[in-house]
Structure formats: C-alpha cells, structure tokens
C-alpha cells in the first residue's frame, strides 16, 4: 500500500516537473521569438513555441498540454489587452498543437521522419492545418477586443499563422532529431571533418545572408548537402540556422529586404523560410527512405544468396527470414559459450 502510494507521488511529481520544464521552454522561446515582432508587439514571422508544443506532444504524449497552457498564459498575459482577450489566445495556442498532434497520430506520423509521407504530414497537417486555430483565434480575438480594426485582420491573420507553421516546420525536426541523436559508431575521421566544414559553411553563408548582398539563395546548397550527406540530422538544424540569418536580415532591412515596405518583405521572408524547410524535410526523408530500401535489398540478395547455396549443397529445408535465422543460430551458440 505504501509502496503503491510512493509511486504514485513520484510519477505525479515527475509529470508536474514535465509540465513546468515545458512551459519554462515555451516561454522562453517565445521572449526570443518576440525580439523579431511585427503586429503589437506579439506576431512574429517566427514563432518557434509552435514547434517546442508540437514536439513536446508528440515526444510525451498529450497529457503535457497544461505546460503548453501555462507557458502560453505566462506569454500573454502582459500582452493581452483584457484577461477574457488573453484567455482566448492562450486556447487557440494551445488547442492549434493539440489539433497537430491529433492530425499527425491519425495518419500515422513517426517521430523518426524517415518517410516521405511523414514530412509531409508535418508540412501540411502539423504545420499548416493545425496553426490555422492559432492564427484565427487570435487575431478574432484582438479585432473583438479593439486592438485592431477591420481592415487589419487578414494582416495580421497571415503573419500570425505563417510566424505558427514556420516554427512547426523549423523548430519541431530540430527537437525530434535532438530526442534519438547519439554519437556515431565508428565514424571515420573524415565525416567529422566534413561535418565541421558544413557548420563552417553555414555560419559563413548567414553572414553573406545578414550583408548587404542579396545573397538568401547560398542557403540552398548548404540544405541538398546537409540533407544528402547527413540526412534530417543534418539538414534540419541546418535549415533552422538558414531560417534564423534571414529573419535577421528582415529585422536589419538588409540584402533583399533593403527598399521594400513591411507587406513586400514579409512575403520574400515567408516564402524564403518556406522553401528552405520543405527543401530539408523532404530531400531529408527522400535520401532516408532510399537508404532504407537498399538495406533491405541488400538484405534480400542475402538469403536470395543462402538460399541458392543450400540448394546447391542439397539442403532443401526451408530457410527461415535473415533476421530470426541470426537469432536462432545466437541463440543455439550461447550455451556452448556458457
């Protein structure tokens, strides 16, 4: 009875510990996502608390949602006009992750995005589907409270659910490769070179991206070799990096964004951060999903091939799968090491 009891205070300390290092994370990085706002002084062309709820979700499960909650609360409620205004877009940005997350169990998302069909899942049903709550719920909100007028709800609407699907797209591959990265096996010296020479490179193009040269497009060589060499590993941070360096150049008014009004360069950036994130996440599973067909190619030609040599010999039982076959002779082996 005690020992049950026990277990039950630890398990509900550790869930509250889950929620309160998640609202202390999406608080957070919504203080760094408002240093690029746009619409008073909350809607941002990035907006990487809708990636850090997407994540979280789909990394622990929905009973994490009050941290979501609580972090969106903490957000807003200096921002809010009203306690009923703040109420309202604290629900729209927690249901908007909530929504993805149910979209992207439905079709039976895999948090290894090692698949076409769950980048695109990502894309269109995590990102731009879900958000839609978000944006809409709030921007209503701020038109009902009076902060805004008529005329500037779809302004203000289009940043707030691009600034949403953009953090969903960016921030939430990051956190997933982030949960199952470990150190390579046997890595030659030479693929850690090259990848210290790929962080080299993209630190040397968000500088080229941040000057005054009109230079966003660099960034894209950096995305196929990342995505083909390293895969999402590689080509997800790099594109977070990419997406970083030109939302600075926007916030500066510099290279493509130098001369043009706040609608003209809400649209480069946009469709800039857009391209750039659907290049890593589909080039990324594209080359995951090829590697895994050749494996299992090369699999198959392997009890093709033992097949063919117990025909040969005149062993005409049948040959069970590769995989159980290896754990049958392991196992038969492990007395005779005993």
């Not at 277990?7 to 509250?16: I, K, M, Y």
């Not at 609202?23 to 809708?50: D, E």
């Not at 890595?187 to 500088?207: D, H, Q, Y």
């Not at 594109?239 to 043009?260: D, K, N």
């Amino acid at each position: 009875m005690a020992v049950a009891r026990h277990e039950r205070l630890r398990h509900s300390g550790l869930a509250a510990l889950e929620i309160c290092v998640i609202a202390a994370l999406y608080f957070g990085s919504a203080k760094v996502g408002l240093l690029q706002q746009l619409v008073r002084g909350q809607v941002t062309p990035l907006w990487p608390p809708s990636g850090i709820a997407v994540a979280s979700l789909l990394l622990r499960g929905p009973r994490v949602w009050p941290g979501i909650a609580l972090g969106a609360f903490l957000v807003n409620v200096s921002l809010g006009p009203s306690v009923p205004a703040v109420l309202a877009i604290v629900a729209g940005n927690t249901l908007a992750p909530v929504c993805s997350y149910v979209l992207l169990r439905r079709v039976g998302f895999r948090n290894a995005l090692d698949r076409l069909r769950d980048a695109l899942a990502l894309i269109f049903l995590g990102a731009f589907t879900g958000m839609l709550v978000s944006s809409t719920t709030g921007s209503a909100t701020l038109v009902l409270a009076g902060v805004l007028g008529t005329g500037d709800f779809w302004p203000t609407w289009s940043v707030w659910w691009t600034g949403d699907a953009m953090g969903v797209m960016v921030v939430t591959p990051v956190l997933l490769v982030l949960r199952s990265a470990h150190r390579p096996k046997d890595a030659p010296a030479s693929r850690w070179l090259e990848g210290l020479l790929l962080v080299a490179a993209t630190a040397g193009v968000g500088l080229l991206e941040t000057s005054h040269a009109p230079l966003l497009f660099l960034g894209f060589p950096l995305l196929i070799w990342a995505a083909f060499r390293f895969q999402l590993s590689g080509a997800a941070p790099c594109a977070l990096a990419v997406s970083t360096f030109a939302i600075i150049a926007a916030a500066q008014e510099t290279g493509p964004f130098h001369g043009h009004d706040l609608l003209t360069n809400m649209i480069t950036l946009q469709a800039f951060n857009g391209s750039a994130s659907l290049t890593a996440l589909l080039l990324g599973a594209v080359v995951s999903e090829r590697n895994q067909t050749q494996q299992e190619i090369a699999r198959a030609c392997g009890q093709l091939a033992e097949m063919v040599a117990r025909m040969a010999t005149g062993d005409l039982r049948p040959t069970l799968p590769y995989r159980q076959n290896e754990k049958e002779e392991q196992g038969e082996q492990a007395p005779r090491r005993a």
